[in-house]
């Protein structure tokens, strides 16, 4: 399974608890009132999930957008 915005648009999408429709790669994480703590942890988790790799908190909170998400899955998971 190749690992990018559109295979991850669901849970990414759960993960903020907002509609898949209404993210984009660039929907930004800082700022939105949806990245709270709860958010962060859950990404975490998503990043786990997708690439075996365990990551901090610390590495979340540099997340400026959705799509640096995905780019850090892939970066991870070495797509």
């Known amino acids: 399974m ?3 915005f559109e295979s991850l648009r669901t849970h ?3 993960t903020l608890d907002i509609n898949p429709n209404e993210l984009e790669p660039f929907t930004t994480l800082n700022g939105n009132e949806k990245w709270d703590s709860f958010a962060m942890l859950s990404a975490v988790a ?7 790799k365990q990551i901090t908190l610390q590495d979340i909170v540099k997340l400026k957008t959705v ?3 995905v780019d850090l899955v892939q970066k991870l998971k070495g797509n």
């Open 2 to 4: 190749q690992l990018n």
């Open 46 to 52: 998503l990043v786990t999930e997708y690439t075996g």
């Open 67 to 69: 799509s640096d998400l």
């Open 12 to 14: 990414i999408a759960k």
